[in-house]
Protein backbone atom coordinates (compact mmCIF):
# COMPACT_ATOMS: atom_id res chain seq x y z
CA UNK A 1 0.00 0.00 0.00
CA UNK A 2 0.92 3.64 -0.38
CA UNK A 3 1.04 6.59 1.64
CA UNK A 4 -0.23 9.77 1.50
CA UNK A 5 0.53 11.50 -1.88
CA UNK A 6 1.33 14.99 -1.77
CA UNK A 7 -1.95 16.03 -2.37
CA UNK A 8 -3.57 14.55 0.06
CA UNK A 9 -0.56 15.83 2.26
CA UNK A 10 -1.23 19.39 1.32
CA UNK A 11 -5.29 18.52 2.19
CA UNK A 12 -4.15 17.62 5.93
CA UNK A 13 -1.66 20.57 5.96
CA UNK A 14 -4.65 23.18 4.68
CA UNK A 15 -6.93 21.64 6.95
CA UNK A 16 -4.58 22.24 10.51
CA UNK A 17 -4.57 25.91 9.54
CA UNK A 18 -8.81 25.73 8.80
CA UNK A 19 -8.89 24.28 12.52
CA UNK A 20 -6.51 26.67 13.68
CA UNK A 21 -8.69 29.92 12.31
CA UNK A 22 -11.91 28.36 12.53
CA UNK A 23 -15.13 28.94 14.87
CA UNK A 24 -17.69 26.26 15.87
CA UNK A 25 -20.02 27.05 12.79
CA UNK A 26 -17.32 25.64 10.69
CA UNK A 27 -17.46 21.78 11.74
CA UNK A 28 -19.72 20.50 9.80
CA UNK A 29 -17.78 22.18 6.70
CA UNK A 30 -14.37 20.37 7.80
CA UNK A 31 -16.20 17.41 7.92
CA UNK A 32 -17.27 17.54 4.59
CA UNK A 33 -13.71 18.65 3.71
CA UNK A 34 -12.04 15.54 5.44
CA UNK A 35 -14.42 13.06 3.92
CA UNK A 36 -14.26 14.38 0.53
CA UNK A 37 -10.34 14.22 0.94
CA UNK A 38 -11.21 9.82 1.48
CA UNK A 39 -12.30 9.75 -2.57
CA UNK A 40 -8.55 10.19 -3.34
CA UNK A 41 -7.30 6.87 -4.85
CA UNK A 42 -3.77 6.91 -2.72
CA UNK A 43 -6.03 6.33 0.11
CA UNK A 44 -7.80 3.22 -1.37
CA UNK A 45 -11.52 4.10 -0.35
CA UNK A 46 -14.43 2.81 -1.62
CA UNK A 47 -15.99 4.93 -4.05
CA UNK A 48 -19.54 3.44 -3.59
CA UNK A 49 -19.42 5.21 -0.15
CA UNK A 50 -17.71 8.63 -0.08
CA UNK A 51 -18.70 9.89 3.10
CA UNK A 52 -17.58 6.78 5.23
CA UNK A 53 -14.43 5.43 6.27
CA UNK A 54 -13.87 1.88 4.16
CA UNK A 55 -14.01 -1.25 5.88
CA UNK A 56 -12.83 -4.04 3.91
CA UNK A 57 -14.88 -7.25 3.86
CA UNK A 58 -12.35 -9.83 5.84
CA UNK A 59 -12.04 -12.72 3.38
CA UNK A 60 -12.04 -16.35 4.42
CA UNK A 61 -8.72 -17.27 3.97
CA UNK A 62 -7.73 -13.95 5.83
CA UNK A 63 -10.47 -15.49 8.64
CA UNK A 64 -8.87 -18.68 8.38
CA UNK A 65 -5.56 -17.41 8.84
CA UNK A 66 -6.43 -15.13 11.83
CA UNK A 67 -7.80 -18.25 13.77
CA UNK A 68 -4.78 -20.34 13.23
CA UNK A 69 -2.32 -17.40 14.09
CA UNK A 70 -4.04 -16.80 17.24
CA UNK A 71 -3.81 -20.81 18.08
CA UNK A 72 0.12 -20.49 17.19
CA UNK A 73 0.36 -17.62 19.01
CA UNK A 74 -1.53 -19.51 22.17
CA UNK A 75 0.71 -22.95 21.78
CA UNK A 76 4.05 -20.92 20.94
CA UNK A 77 6.79 -20.66 23.55
CA UNK A 78 9.69 -18.44 24.03
CA UNK A 79 12.28 -21.20 22.34
CA UNK A 80 10.03 -21.74 19.43
CA UNK A 81 9.05 -18.10 18.35
CA UNK A 82 9.97 -19.12 15.12
CA UNK A 83 7.76 -21.52 12.69
CA UNK A 84 8.29 -22.24 9.30
CA UNK A 85 4.87 -24.08 8.88
CA UNK A 86 3.53 -20.18 9.89
CA UNK A 87 5.24 -17.87 7.98
CA UNK A 88 2.39 -18.42 5.10
CA UNK A 89 0.19 -17.08 7.82
CA UNK A 90 2.13 -14.59 8.68
CA UNK A 91 2.35 -13.25 4.77
CA UNK A 92 -1.47 -13.79 4.29
CA UNK A 93 -1.72 -11.54 7.19
CA UNK A 94 0.87 -9.01 6.73
CA UNK A 95 -0.61 -8.65 3.06
CA UNK A 96 -4.66 -7.78 3.94
CA UNK A 97 -6.07 -4.42 3.38
CA UNK A 98 -7.80 -5.11 6.82
CA UNK A 99 -5.25 -3.05 9.52
CA UNK A 100 -6.33 -5.16 12.33
CA UNK A 101 -4.88 -8.60 11.16
CA UNK A 102 -1.70 -5.77 9.54
CA UNK A 103 -1.21 -5.13 13.42
CA UNK A 104 -1.36 -9.14 14.25
CA UNK A 105 1.61 -9.59 12.13
CA UNK A 106 3.26 -6.36 13.26
CA UNK A 107 2.75 -6.98 17.07
CA UNK A 108 4.16 -10.91 16.67
CA UNK A 109 7.02 -9.82 14.72
CA UNK A 110 7.55 -7.14 17.53
CA UNK A 111 7.48 -10.58 19.87
CA UNK A 112 10.00 -12.34 17.93
CA UNK A 113 12.50 -9.70 18.11
CA UNK A 114 11.93 -9.58 21.97
CA UNK A 115 12.22 -13.19 22.34
CA UNK A 116 14.61 -14.53 19.19
CA UNK A 117 17.86 -15.50 20.24
CA UNK A 118 19.39 -16.66 17.37
CA UNK A 119 19.35 -15.79 13.57
CA UNK A 120 16.04 -15.23 11.94
CA UNK A 121 15.06 -17.24 8.47
CA UNK A 122 15.27 -14.73 5.59
CA UNK A 123 12.02 -15.77 4.28
CA UNK A 124 10.90 -14.31 7.29
CA UNK A 125 11.72 -10.88 6.18
CA UNK A 126 9.62 -10.59 2.47
CA UNK A 127 6.07 -9.52 5.11
CA UNK A 128 8.17 -6.56 5.86
CA UNK A 129 8.09 -5.15 2.87
CA UNK A 130 3.89 -5.13 3.05
CA UNK A 131 3.63 -4.45 7.11
CA UNK A 132 6.65 -1.21 6.12
CA UNK A 133 4.41 -0.19 3.36
CA UNK A 134 0.65 -0.06 5.14
CA UNK A 135 -1.14 3.01 5.88
CA UNK A 136 -1.77 2.35 9.31
CA UNK A 137 0.75 4.19 11.87
CA UNK A 138 0.15 1.23 14.62
CA UNK A 139 1.78 -1.32 12.06
CA UNK A 140 4.06 1.38 10.46
CA UNK A 141 5.40 1.82 14.04
CA UNK A 142 5.26 -1.78 15.20
CA UNK A 143 7.17 -3.33 12.60
CA UNK A 144 9.92 -0.66 12.42
CA UNK A 145 10.47 -1.20 15.73
CA UNK A 146 10.76 -5.17 15.41
CA UNK A 147 12.65 -4.53 12.11
CA UNK A 148 15.51 -2.42 14.83
CA UNK A 149 15.74 -5.08 17.38
CA UNK A 150 16.34 -7.40 14.94
CA UNK A 151 19.23 -5.26 13.62
CA UNK A 152 20.56 -4.30 16.38
CA UNK A 153 20.70 -7.61 18.23
CA UNK A 154 22.34 -9.12 14.95
CA UNK A 155 19.49 -11.32 14.21
CA UNK A 156 19.12 -10.31 10.33
CA UNK A 157 22.01 -10.21 8.12
CA UNK A 158 22.19 -6.18 6.87
CA UNK A 159 23.43 -7.17 3.92
CA UNK A 160 19.85 -9.79 3.14
CA UNK A 161 17.71 -6.96 4.39
CA UNK A 162 18.50 -4.65 1.50
CA UNK A 163 19.13 -7.36 -1.18
CA UNK A 164 15.52 -8.60 -0.63
CA UNK A 165 14.33 -4.95 -1.04
CA UNK A 166 13.36 -3.35 2.08
CA UNK A 167 15.80 -0.32 1.97
CA UNK A 168 13.51 1.61 -0.35
CA UNK A 169 10.32 1.18 2.22
CA UNK A 170 12.71 2.04 4.88
CA UNK A 171 13.43 5.18 3.30
CA UNK A 172 9.94 6.34 2.74
CA UNK A 173 9.46 5.89 6.10
CA UNK A 174 11.96 8.46 6.80
CA UNK A 175 9.78 10.69 5.36
CA UNK A 176 6.61 10.11 7.86
CA UNK A 177 4.85 12.52 9.68
CA UNK A 178 5.31 10.41 12.94
CA UNK A 179 7.94 10.75 15.30
CA UNK A 180 7.97 7.22 15.98
CA UNK A 181 8.43 5.96 12.37
CA UNK A 182 10.54 8.53 11.78
CA UNK A 183 12.96 7.54 15.19
CA UNK A 184 12.71 3.40 14.05
CA UNK A 185 13.31 4.09 10.78
CA UNK A 186 16.72 6.24 11.09
CA UNK A 187 17.50 3.60 13.44
CA UNK A 188 17.02 1.27 10.65
CA UNK A 189 18.96 2.93 8.48
CA UNK A 190 22.21 3.83 11.04
CA UNK A 191 22.47 0.07 11.66
CA UNK A 192 22.30 -1.13 7.61
CA UNK A 193 25.25 1.75 7.34
CA UNK A 194 27.52 0.05 9.45
CA UNK A 195 27.64 -2.52 6.52
CA UNK A 196 30.35 -0.99 3.56
CA UNK A 197 28.19 -2.13 0.90
CA UNK A 198 25.02 -0.85 2.66
CA UNK A 199 26.57 2.65 2.60
CA UNK A 200 26.81 3.18 -0.70
CA UNK A 201 23.27 1.92 -1.68
CA UNK A 202 21.67 3.99 1.02
CA UNK A 203 23.47 6.85 -0.68
CA UNK A 204 22.05 5.70 -4.13
CA UNK A 205 17.87 5.87 -2.74
CA UNK A 206 18.58 9.33 -1.87
CA UNK A 207 18.53 8.62 2.23
CA UNK A 208 21.33 10.96 2.19
CA UNK A 209 18.84 14.27 1.89
CA UNK A 210 16.37 12.61 4.25
CA UNK A 211 18.60 11.90 6.58
CA UNK A 212 20.00 15.61 6.87
CA UNK A 213 16.18 16.31 6.80
CA UNK A 214 15.75 14.16 10.21
CA UNK A 215 18.90 15.98 11.27
CA UNK A 216 17.06 19.08 11.98
CA UNK A 217 13.63 17.72 13.66
CA UNK A 218 12.57 19.18 16.70
CA UNK A 219 12.42 15.33 18.30
CA UNK A 220 15.69 14.48 19.92
CA UNK A 221 15.47 10.83 19.78
CA UNK A 222 14.85 11.38 15.79
CA UNK A 223 18.14 13.88 15.24
CA UNK A 224 20.22 11.39 17.49
CA UNK A 225 18.90 8.41 15.26
CA UNK A 226 19.72 10.55 11.70
CA UNK A 227 22.76 11.89 13.34
CA UNK A 228 24.28 8.66 14.10
CA UNK A 229 23.17 7.24 10.74
CA UNK A 230 24.89 10.21 8.96
CA UNK A 231 28.05 9.34 11.04
CA UNK A 232 27.77 5.57 10.13
CA UNK A 233 28.24 6.85 6.28
CA UNK A 234 31.17 8.81 7.04
CA UNK A 235 32.51 5.64 7.28
CA UNK A 236 33.16 4.86 3.62
CA UNK A 237 35.21 7.73 1.39
CA UNK A 238 32.60 7.82 -1.36
CA UNK A 239 29.79 8.30 0.78
CA UNK A 240 32.26 11.34 2.94
CA UNK A 241 31.79 12.80 -0.64
CA UNK A 242 28.42 12.56 -1.58
CA UNK A 243 27.20 14.19 1.95
CA UNK A 244 29.95 17.29 1.61
CA UNK A 245 28.06 17.43 -1.78
CA UNK A 246 24.82 16.95 -0.03
CA UNK A 247 25.68 19.75 2.44
CA UNK A 248 26.22 17.11 5.51
CA UNK A 249 28.86 19.82 6.61
CA UNK A 250 27.15 23.10 8.03
CA UNK A 251 24.32 20.61 9.43
CA UNK A 252 27.21 18.23 11.71
CA UNK A 253 29.17 21.51 12.61
CA UNK A 254 26.23 23.15 14.20
CA UNK A 255 24.72 20.18 16.39
CA UNK A 256 28.41 20.35 18.13
CA UNK A 257 26.44 23.08 20.10
CA UNK A 258 23.29 21.00 20.74
CA UNK A 259 22.39 20.36 24.29
CA UNK A 260 22.43 16.64 23.51
CA UNK A 261 25.97 14.83 25.03
CA UNK A 262 25.17 11.48 22.19
CA UNK A 263 24.10 14.22 19.18
CA UNK A 264 27.39 16.05 19.97
CA UNK A 265 29.67 13.08 20.02
CA UNK A 266 27.92 11.60 16.52
CA UNK A 267 28.57 14.81 14.92
CA UNK A 268 32.32 15.35 15.87
CA UNK A 269 33.00 11.86 15.13
CA UNK A 270 31.29 12.45 11.86
CA UNK A 271 33.71 15.25 10.84
CA UNK A 272 36.68 13.45 12.75
CA UNK A 273 35.94 10.59 10.01
CA UNK A 274 35.46 13.14 7.66
CA UNK A 275 38.67 14.94 8.25
CA UNK A 276 40.68 12.26 7.86
CA UNK A 277 40.72 13.04 3.92
CA UNK A 278 42.73 16.34 3.79
CA UNK A 279 40.33 17.14 0.50
CA UNK A 280 37.76 18.06 2.55
CA UNK A 281 39.64 20.29 5.39
CA UNK A 282 39.57 23.62 3.44
CA UNK A 283 35.87 23.46 2.93
CA UNK A 284 35.18 22.31 6.87
CA UNK A 285 37.49 25.36 7.90
CA UNK A 286 36.01 28.07 5.73
CA UNK A 287 32.15 27.54 7.00
CA UNK A 288 31.32 29.98 9.16
CA UNK A 289 34.92 31.38 8.79
CA UNK A 290 36.51 28.81 10.53
CA UNK A 291 34.03 28.65 13.29
CA UNK A 292 34.72 24.67 13.31
CA UNK A 293 38.06 25.07 14.81
CA UNK A 294 36.85 27.50 18.00
CA UNK A 295 33.50 24.79 18.51
CA UNK A 296 36.22 22.15 18.67
CA UNK A 297 37.91 23.89 21.10
CA UNK A 298 35.03 24.04 23.08
CA UNK A 299 34.11 20.90 23.62
CA UNK A 300 37.48 19.88 24.48
CA UNK A 301 36.22 21.24 27.53
CA UNK A 302 33.22 19.01 27.64
CA UNK A 303 32.81 17.08 31.09
CA UNK A 304 31.64 14.32 28.66
CA UNK A 305 35.01 12.46 28.49
CA UNK A 306 33.70 10.60 24.72
CA UNK A 307 33.11 14.32 23.58
CA UNK A 308 35.97 16.01 24.84
CA UNK A 309 38.19 13.08 23.52
CA UNK A 310 36.28 12.98 19.81
CA UNK A 311 37.02 16.50 19.86
CA UNK A 312 40.90 16.43 19.98
CA UNK A 313 40.80 13.31 17.26
CA UNK A 314 38.94 16.00 14.94
CA UNK A 315 42.06 18.27 15.72
CA UNK A 316 44.32 16.30 15.15
CA UNK A 317 43.43 15.41 11.84
CA UNK A 318 42.41 18.77 10.87
CA UNK A 319 45.94 19.67 12.33
CA UNK A 320 48.07 17.73 9.26
CA UNK A 321 48.20 20.92 7.59
CA UNK A 322 50.82 23.19 9.14
CA UNK A 323 48.87 26.44 8.23
CA UNK A 324 45.95 25.31 10.20
CA UNK A 325 48.74 24.44 13.13
CA UNK A 326 49.26 27.53 13.41
CA UNK A 327 45.97 28.81 13.35
CA UNK A 328 45.54 26.27 16.34
CA UNK A 329 47.61 27.49 18.41
CA UNK A 330 46.67 30.95 17.47
CA UNK A 331 43.36 30.50 19.48
CA UNK A 332 44.87 29.73 22.91
CA UNK A 333 44.99 25.97 22.48
CA UNK A 334 48.11 24.68 24.17
CA UNK A 335 46.97 25.89 27.35
CA UNK A 336 43.82 23.91 27.01
CA UNK A 337 45.10 20.99 25.46
CA UNK A 338 47.79 20.95 28.79
CA UNK A 339 44.68 20.64 31.40
CA UNK A 340 43.80 17.39 29.19
CA UNK A 341 47.11 16.23 30.02
CA UNK A 342 46.44 16.49 33.86
CA UNK A 343 43.26 15.06 33.77
CA UNK A 344 42.70 12.19 35.98
CA UNK A 345 41.09 9.87 32.61
CA UNK A 346 43.24 8.25 31.09
CA UNK A 347 41.30 7.93 27.88
CA UNK A 348 41.56 11.83 27.99
CA UNK A 349 45.57 11.69 28.25
CA UNK A 350 45.14 9.76 25.24
CA UNK A 351 43.02 11.77 22.82
CA UNK A 352 45.20 14.99 24.24
CA UNK A 353 48.51 13.42 23.27
CA UNK A 354 47.66 11.98 20.06
CA UNK A 355 46.51 15.87 18.93
CA UNK A 356 50.08 16.93 20.77
CA UNK A 357 52.54 14.23 18.57
CA UNK A 358 50.55 15.86 15.58
CA UNK A 359 51.72 19.13 16.73
CA UNK A 360 55.24 18.02 17.85
CA UNK A 361 56.20 17.25 14.05
CA UNK A 362 56.52 20.57 13.16
CA UNK A 363 59.61 21.93 14.93
CA UNK A 364 57.89 25.55 14.50
CA UNK A 365 55.89 24.24 17.29
CA UNK A 366 58.74 23.17 19.41
CA UNK A 367 59.18 26.66 21.44
CA UNK A 368 55.53 27.13 22.35
CA UNK A 369 54.91 23.48 23.95
CA UNK A 370 58.19 23.78 25.65
CA UNK A 371 57.15 27.27 27.15
CA UNK A 372 54.10 26.23 28.10
CA UNK A 373 56.10 23.76 30.26
CA UNK A 374 54.28 20.46 28.87
CA UNK A 375 57.74 18.31 29.18
CA UNK A 376 57.44 18.26 32.81
CA UNK A 377 53.60 16.54 32.57
CA UNK A 378 54.80 14.33 29.97
CA UNK A 379 57.44 13.17 32.49
CA UNK A 380 54.98 13.16 35.23
CA UNK A 381 52.19 10.76 32.70
CA UNK A 382 55.18 8.59 31.87
CA UNK A 383 55.72 8.04 35.55
CA UNK A 384 52.18 7.71 36.61
CA UNK A 385 51.21 5.21 33.57
CA UNK A 386 54.53 3.80 33.29
CA UNK A 387 53.50 -0.13 32.06
CA UNK A 388 50.67 1.66 29.67
CA UNK A 389 51.84 0.83 26.46
CA UNK A 390 49.41 3.61 24.76
CA UNK A 391 51.11 6.68 26.82
CA UNK A 392 54.45 5.21 26.95
CA UNK A 393 54.30 4.98 23.41
CA UNK A 394 52.96 8.90 22.33
CA UNK A 395 54.70 10.00 25.12
CA UNK A 396 58.48 8.75 24.05
CA UNK A 397 57.42 10.02 20.61
CA UNK A 398 56.80 13.40 21.60
CA UNK A 399 59.57 13.89 23.86
CA UNK A 400 62.12 11.83 20.79
CA UNK A 401 60.97 14.39 18.87
CA UNK A 402 61.01 17.90 21.08
CA UNK A 403 64.86 16.97 21.54
CA UNK A 404 67.12 19.27 20.32
CA UNK A 405 70.18 21.08 21.35
CA UNK A 406 67.94 24.03 22.45
CA UNK A 407 65.33 22.16 24.63
CA UNK A 408 68.08 19.70 26.48
CA UNK A 409 68.04 21.68 29.70
CA UNK A 410 63.81 21.48 30.21
CA UNK A 411 64.16 17.78 29.39
CA UNK A 412 66.36 17.26 32.02
CA UNK A 413 64.48 19.97 34.23
CA UNK A 414 61.35 17.76 33.61
CA UNK A 415 62.34 14.59 34.94
CA UNK A 416 61.59 13.28 31.19
CA UNK A 417 64.88 11.17 31.54
CA UNK A 418 63.78 9.44 34.62
CA UNK A 419 60.22 8.50 33.16
CA UNK A 420 61.85 7.51 29.94
CA UNK A 421 63.99 4.50 32.22
CA UNK A 422 61.53 3.71 34.50
CA UNK A 423 59.32 2.50 31.00
CA UNK A 424 61.98 0.89 29.92
CA UNK A 425 62.36 -1.32 32.62
CA UNK A 426 58.55 -1.99 32.82
CA UNK A 427 57.64 -2.53 29.58
CA UNK A 428 57.52 -6.22 28.39
CA UNK A 429 59.87 -7.46 25.13
CA UNK A 430 56.24 -7.70 23.30
CA UNK A 431 55.04 -4.24 23.67
CA UNK A 432 55.02 -2.43 20.45
CA UNK A 433 55.74 0.65 22.56
CA UNK A 434 59.21 -0.76 24.21
CA UNK A 435 60.71 0.33 20.45
CA UNK A 436 59.38 3.90 20.67
CA UNK A 437 61.07 3.76 24.14
CA UNK A 438 63.88 2.88 23.15
CA UNK A 439 64.11 5.07 19.78
CA UNK A 440 63.81 7.88 22.61
CA UNK A 441 66.37 7.13 24.96
CA UNK A 442 68.76 6.31 21.80
CA UNK A 443 67.91 9.58 20.31
CA UNK A 444 67.98 11.17 23.61
CA UNK A 445 71.67 10.14 24.28
CA UNK A 446 72.98 12.05 21.20
CA UNK A 447 72.96 15.17 23.27
CA UNK A 448 75.58 15.51 25.60
CA UNK A 449 74.31 16.82 28.45
CA UNK A 450 70.95 15.12 28.45
CA UNK A 451 73.15 11.58 28.14
CA UNK A 452 75.18 12.43 31.13
CA UNK A 453 71.85 12.71 33.25
CA UNK A 454 71.14 9.15 31.65
CA UNK A 455 74.43 7.60 32.38
CA UNK A 456 73.81 9.65 36.16
CA UNK A 457 70.30 7.66 36.43
CA UNK A 458 71.13 4.26 35.16
CA UNK A 459 72.43 1.28 37.05
CA UNK A 460 73.57 -2.02 36.17
CA UNK A 461 69.69 -3.43 35.84
CA UNK A 462 69.49 -0.71 32.74
CA UNK A 463 72.83 -1.97 31.25
CA UNK A 464 71.44 -5.54 31.38
CA UNK A 465 68.23 -5.06 30.28
CA UNK A 466 69.95 -2.78 26.77
CA UNK A 467 72.33 -6.15 26.24
CA UNK A 468 69.11 -7.88 26.39
CA UNK A 469 66.97 -5.71 23.95
CA UNK A 470 70.75 -5.44 21.32
CA UNK A 471 70.40 -9.52 21.07
CA UNK A 472 66.84 -9.37 20.06
CA UNK A 473 67.05 -11.53 16.52
CA UNK A 474 62.82 -11.31 16.09
CA UNK A 475 62.55 -7.56 16.18
CA UNK A 476 66.04 -6.00 15.12
CA UNK A 477 64.47 -2.08 15.28
CA UNK A 478 64.84 -3.05 18.90
CA UNK A 479 68.08 -4.67 18.86
CA UNK A 480 69.09 -1.62 17.05
CA UNK A 481 68.41 1.17 18.72
CA UNK A 482 69.46 -0.68 22.09
CA UNK A 483 72.98 -1.33 20.66
CA UNK A 484 72.73 2.68 19.45
CA UNK A 485 72.25 3.59 22.90
CA UNK A 486 75.19 0.68 24.43
CA UNK A 487 77.36 2.71 22.10
CA UNK A 488 76.94 6.21 23.01
CA UNK A 489 76.54 5.60 26.67
CA UNK A 490 79.96 3.30 26.54
CA UNK A 491 81.49 6.51 25.66
CA UNK A 492 81.55 7.22 29.31
CA UNK A 493 83.80 5.63 31.61
CA UNK A 494 81.09 5.05 34.28
CA UNK A 495 78.86 3.26 32.34
CA UNK A 496 81.51 1.06 30.50
CA UNK A 497 82.00 0.12 33.74
CA UNK A 498 79.08 -1.95 34.27
CA UNK A 499 79.33 -3.27 30.86
CA UNK A 500 82.41 -4.87 31.78
CA UNK A 501 81.39 -8.01 32.76
CA UNK A 502 79.08 -8.49 30.22
CA UNK A 503 81.82 -7.49 27.27
CA UNK A 504 81.42 -11.17 25.67
CA UNK A 505 77.52 -10.49 25.10
CA UNK A 506 78.96 -7.11 23.29
CA UNK A 507 81.69 -9.04 21.37
CA UNK A 508 78.57 -11.61 20.50
CA UNK A 509 76.07 -8.85 18.91
CA UNK A 510 78.41 -6.74 17.67
CA UNK A 511 79.83 -9.85 14.98
CA UNK A 512 75.95 -10.34 14.02
CA UNK A 513 75.96 -6.87 12.91
CA UNK A 514 79.14 -6.87 11.82
CA UNK A 515 77.62 -9.73 9.06
CA UNK A 516 74.32 -7.93 8.38
CA UNK A 517 73.33 -7.66 5.34
CA UNK A 518 72.05 -3.92 6.06
CA UNK A 519 74.98 -1.37 6.22
CA UNK A 520 73.68 0.59 9.00
CA UNK A 521 74.14 -2.70 11.04
CA UNK A 522 77.99 -2.70 10.10
CA UNK A 523 78.04 0.86 10.74
CA UNK A 524 76.62 0.86 13.98
CA UNK A 525 78.97 -2.53 14.49
CA UNK A 526 82.53 -0.85 14.11
CA UNK A 527 80.68 2.51 15.91
CA UNK A 528 80.49 0.10 19.09
CA UNK A 529 84.17 -1.14 18.76
CA UNK A 530 85.14 2.36 18.34
CA UNK A 531 83.48 3.66 21.22
CA UNK A 532 83.91 0.95 23.87
CA UNK A 533 87.95 -0.06 23.10
CA UNK A 534 88.46 3.27 24.74
CA UNK A 535 88.51 1.28 27.75
CA UNK A 536 91.50 -1.11 28.11
CA UNK A 537 89.59 -4.21 28.61
CA UNK A 538 87.06 -3.67 25.91
CA UNK A 539 90.49 -2.70 23.77
CA UNK A 540 91.41 -6.44 24.52
CA UNK A 541 88.17 -7.89 23.98
CA UNK A 542 87.64 -6.70 21.05
CA UNK A 543 90.92 -8.05 19.64
CA UNK A 544 90.04 -11.49 19.66
CA UNK A 545 90.32 -13.57 15.99
CA UNK A 546 86.55 -14.13 15.45
CA UNK A 547 86.23 -10.69 15.72
CA UNK A 548 89.27 -9.53 13.64
CA UNK A 549 88.68 -12.00 10.79
CA UNK A 550 85.29 -10.25 10.32
CA UNK A 551 86.65 -6.97 10.44
CA UNK A 552 89.07 -8.21 7.69
CA UNK A 553 86.19 -9.10 5.50
CA UNK A 554 84.35 -5.66 6.12
CA UNK A 555 87.41 -3.96 5.63
CA UNK A 556 87.62 -6.02 1.95
CA UNK A 557 84.34 -5.22 0.86
CA UNK A 558 84.50 -1.78 1.82
CA UNK A 559 87.35 -2.06 -0.74
CA UNK A 560 85.72 -3.81 -3.51
CA UNK A 561 82.75 -1.34 -3.35
CA UNK A 562 85.40 1.58 -3.30
CA UNK A 563 87.06 0.44 -6.42
CA UNK A 564 83.23 -0.23 -7.96
CA UNK A 565 82.38 2.90 -7.31
CA UNK A 566 85.61 4.68 -8.80
CA UNK A 567 84.97 2.81 -11.85
CA UNK A 568 81.40 3.95 -12.23
CA UNK A 569 82.33 7.55 -11.43
CA UNK A 570 85.67 8.09 -12.66
CA UNK A 571 85.24 5.33 -16.05
CA UNK A 572 88.88 5.19 -18.14
CA UNK A 573 88.90 6.36 -21.83
CA UNK A 574 89.00 2.68 -22.82
CA UNK A 575 86.42 1.81 -20.41
CA UNK A 576 84.16 4.45 -21.94
CA UNK A 577 84.41 3.42 -25.48
CA UNK A 578 83.68 -0.37 -24.55
CA UNK A 579 80.69 0.90 -22.69
CA UNK A 580 79.05 3.43 -25.79
Same mark, same amino acid.
Not at 85 to 107: H, K
Not at 328 to 350: C, D, G, R, T, W
Given at each position: ?????????????????????????????????????????????????????????????????????????????????????????????????????????????????????????????????????????????????????????????????????? !???????? $???????????????? +????????????????????? !?????????????????????? +??????????????????????????????????????????????????????????? !?????? !??????????????????????????????????????????????????????????????????? +???????????????????????????????????????????????????????????????????????????????????????????????????????????????????????????? $?????????????????? $????????????????????????????????????????????????????? +????????????? $???????
Amino acid at each position: METFCDSCRQHLKNLVELIQRASENLWQKIKYFFESMQCCCCLKRNKSAPYRLYKPVLQQHEKEAAQEFLQHIEEASESNVIDTERLEVLQTLAASENPSLQQSAALYYLHISEQLKNEMPEKYLEPYCALLQSNDLEVQRKASLSLVNLLVEGNVNKETVVQIGL !LEPILELL $GSGDATVQCNSSACVA +TLATSVSNREAIAAEGGIRSL !LGLAKSYDPRVQQNAVGAILNL +TRSEKTQLLLCNEGALPVLILHLQSPDSEVQYYSCSALTNIASNPRHHLHMLQIGDGIL !LKMLLS !LMSSSVVKVCCQACYCLRNLSLNEDTQADIVAINFLPQLHELLKSSSKSVNEAALTVLSTFSENHSN +TDAIVSEDILKTLGKLLLIHKTSPEISNYVATIIHKLATSETQQAIIDSQCVVAVLQALSHLRIHDESLLYVTICIAELTQHETIRTRIIQESDVNIAVYLLMLSSQSENIDLSFHAACTISQL $GLDEMFSLLLRPHAREIV $GYVLHFLKHQEIRFQHLGLLTIQNLRKDAHFAEVFSERKLMVQLNRVCQQTAE +TEQLLQAVLFPKE $GDQKQMI
